[in-house]
């Protein structure tokens, strides 16, 4: 699928550009969204890097990567960042994450983002599985999911290695028929 484009309510997804470089920068160069991600807050060049990458796997043959802006319908800002990659060997699962800006943190915004994300997984691109991991720290992340609708699988010990060390990972996923989708 080239040219995403997927509306909801308060949120629409679209493919990053080279000119969202400065408001993604403001997601992942902050350290309280990547506190608890795997790295460290990017530098421009990072986000620069990240973009480049996006722009070449929306490109590809056979698209397994999906970098999409999060464009607050109220203000057309782009206010976030999500991911879904189709994972190569299982291509009806998909892992999904995303980031957005602290200042918009507890206003529903990441159970909404997640809830597009289901939606254009299961219905655009007719995905079987999505799922996403989370620190055991991240509560907010839990609660998210959890009220958007994916169910919380378990804990992979030491998955990730972060600039502090090794950290756990809780799973959570959602199965396209089991998901509820815009009845919840």
Known sequence: MRNVRVSGKRLG???????????????YGDPAVTAHLPY????????EALVAEAIAAAE???????????IDHDTAQVIGV???HIEADHPHSA?????LRPDLWGRGIGTDLIRLLLTFGFRELGLHRLWGARSPSNTAAQLAML??????????????????????????????????????
């Not at 550009?17 to 408001?23: H, L, M």
């Not at 043959?61 to 802006?69: C, E, G, Q, W």
């Not at 892992?95 to 980031?99: N, P």
């Open 95 to 99: 892992e999904i994450g995303l980031g």
């Open 147 to 184: 009220v958007a609708g994916m169910v919380e699988e378990g804990r992979v010990r030491h998955h990730v290695l972060t600039p502090d060390g090794w950290r756990d990972s809780i799973v959570h996923s959602a199965l396209e028929d089991e998901w509820e989708g815009e009845r919840r």
């Open 40 to 47: 460290g807050p990017r530098s421009r060049d990072d986000v």
């Open 82 to 84: 999500a991911r879904l």
């Open 60 to 70: 590809a043959a056979t698209r397994r990567l999906y970098v999409l802006a999060v």
């Open 13 to 27: 997804l679209r493919d990053v550009t080279e000119d969202d470089v400065e408001s993604l920068h403001a997601i």
